[in-house]
C-alpha cells in the first residue's frame, strides 16, 4: 500500500494543481523560514535545498507518508527573484524583469517519513515579461496580486504582462505536475541505496 501524499505548503496554487490532477492528499505547511538567498547563491540549489528543508521538517511531525514539497523561484540575470517584502520590492522585481526573459526554477522533493529517505528534481522554464507603462505598472501594483508570488507576478492569474516561452506551464506557477508524475510513477527509486543528500536533485 502507497503512503498518503502530504503536501507541506499553504499554496492555493500548489494544492489546485494537484486537484486539478486528480491526486488524493492532505495539507500540513511546512514551518521553517525562507532565508533570502545569499550573493552568488546559484538558483537551483537554492529551491532545491528549500524544497528538501520543507519536505524533511513536515516529516519530522508525521512519522509516516510520503511529503510533497517544492519551492519556485525566479532568476532574472543571474540574480534570484523570491517573493517580495512590500510594493517596493515588488516594484523593483518587476522593473528588472521587464522586456526580458526570466527563468522560473522549482524545486521539488518527495521525502518518505518513515524511511527517511528522499528524491527530488529541478524543472526550469523561461517566461518574457513585456515593458510596461507606468500607469499599467502602478496599477498592477496597488492591486497587491504581486503578494506572496516568486517574482512578483502569477501567471496563473493571466497577468497580460507575461508569458511562458518554454517548459511547463505548470512549473511557472508553482509545481512541474509533468515531473511530479514521472517521480510518483518512479517511485520505486526511493527504495534505491545511497538516497540522502542534496545533490541527489537532478
Known sequence: MNPRLILASSSPRRRQLLEDAGYAFEVEPSGIEE???T?????DVYAAQLAWRKAADVASRRGSGL????DTVCSVGG????KPR????AERMIRLQEGHDTEVISGVCLYRADRHEWIGAIEASVVH???L?????DDYLESGRWQGKSGAYGVQDRDPFVSVVRGSFSNVVGLPMERLADLLENYVALTAPAIGSVDRFS
Open 35 to 37: 532565508p533570502e538567498p
Open 39 to 43: 550573493p552568488g547563491e546559484l538558483p
Open 67 to 70: 511529503i510533497l514539497a517544492a
Open 79 to 82: 540574480q534570484i527573484l523570491n
Open 86 to 89: 512590500d510594493r517596493s520590492d
Open 129 to 131: 515579461f513585456r515593458p
Open 133 to 137: 507603462g507606468e500607469e499599467e505598472r
